[in-house]
C-alpha cells in the first residue's frame, strides 16, 4: 500500500484518498470540499438524490478537485459492503474515511416512533459496525484516519432529539471501541461532535429561536458547517496521529454552559 504525502509549506496532502459517507449535502459537503482543496482525492458517498450528488460532485470538479461518486446506502449491510468493496477493487486502500451519513426523525423520548429510531441507528453505525473487518484492512497502516460526525445530542439533551441522540451517543461509544482495536496498526479513529449549526434554506429556524440559541452560546453565533469539517480535516493531519478515541466538540462553546 501507498500512502499520502504531505507538502507542508502548501498544507496539502497528496496521493491521498478519501472516502466520505453522506458528502453531497451539509457538513459531508463541507468535508469534501475541505479534503479536495488540500489534495485529497475524494470518493462522494450518497444514497438516494442523484440530482443533488451531480451538482456536488460538479462544484468540487470546477474547483480543481479530484472526486468521484460512489452511491450506496450506508443505513444497510450490503450497502456497506458494495462501497468498501468497490473501493477495494479500484483502488486496493483508503487513507482516510469521514462517517458524516445521518437521518432525523424527530421524536420525544416517551413517544419514540421506532422505524425512525431504528433507521437513524443504522445509518449512525452503519460503516462502523457493517464494514468494520473491512476498514481494519483497507485503512493505510501507520497513517490511516478515520473521523465520525457526532452531534451535541449525544451527551446533552435535546428536545425531540431521542432517536438521533442515542444513535450519536452509540457512534461515540464505537469510535473509541474501534481506536483501541486499531491503534495498533497506527490507524487513527476519532469523532467531531457539532453543535447547532448555522441554517439556511426552508429548513431555517425562526428568528426569535435562532436569537435564544445564539444568546447562550459564548461565540455569540452559531457553528458553520465548514468549522466543522476544518476539524475534521485537522484530525486527518499526521500531527494529528496521537489523538485516538477522542471526541471534538464543535459548537462555539456553547456545551460549557
Avoid: W
Avoid at 54 to 83: F, I, M, S, Y
Avoid at 238 to 249: C, K, N, S, W
Wanted: with cysteine; hydrophobic share 45%; net charge neutral.
Amino acid at each position: 500500500m501507498t500512502g499520502p504525502v504531505e507538502n507542508p509549506a502548501a498544507g496539502a496532502t497528496t496521493g491521498s484518498l478519501a472516502l466520505v459517507t453522506g458528502a453531497t449535502s451539509g457538513v459531508g459537503l463541507a468535508v469534501a470540499r475541505r479534503l479536495a482543496a488540500t489534495g485529497h482525492e475524494v470518493l462522494m458517498n450518497y444514497a438516494h438524490d442523484e440530482e443533488r450528488a451531480l451538482t456536488a460532485e460538479k462544484e468540487l470538479a470546477e474547483a480543481g478537485g479530484r472526486v468521484r461518486l460512489l452511491r450506496a446506502d450506508v443505513g444497510t449491510p450490503l450497502g456497506v459492503v458494495r462501497l468498501l468493496e468497490e473501493v477495494r477493487g479500484a483502488y486496493g486502500r483508503l487513507d482516510v474515511l469521514v462517517h458524516s451519513a445521518g437521518s432525523f426523525h424527530p421524536m420525544s423520548t416517551t413517544a419514540p416512533r421506532v422505524e425512525g429510531c431504528l433507521r437513524d441507528g443504522a445509518i449512525a453505525l452503519g460503516p462502523l459496525v457493517y464494514g468494520a473487518g473491512r476498514l481494519g484492512e483497507l485503512l493505510t497502516p501507520g497513517a490511516g484516519r478515520l473521523v465520525a460526525v457526532s452531534g451535541a445530542g449525544a451527551r446533552s439533551v435535546v428536545p425531540g432529539y431521542a432517536g438521533l441522540g442515542m444513535a450519536k451517543a452509540a457512534l461515540e461509544s464505537m469510535v473509541r471501541y474501534l481506536a483501541v482495536e486499531l491503534a495498533g496498526r497506527g490507524v487513527a479513529v476519532n469523532a467531531v461532535a457539532a453543535g447547532k449549526l448555522a441554517p439556511d434554506g426552508p429548513d431555517r429556524l425562526p428568528a426569535e429561536a435562532l436569537a435564544r440559541i445564539v444568546a447562550r452560546t459564548p461565540a455569540g453565533r452559531l457553528t458553520s458547517a465548514d468549522e466543522v469539517a476544518g476539524v475534521v480535516a485537522l484530525l486527518c493531519r499526521p500531527e494529528a496521529a496521537a489523538l485516538h478515541g477522542q471526541v471534538l466538540t464543535v459548537d462555539g462553546g456553547a456545551g460549557l454552559l
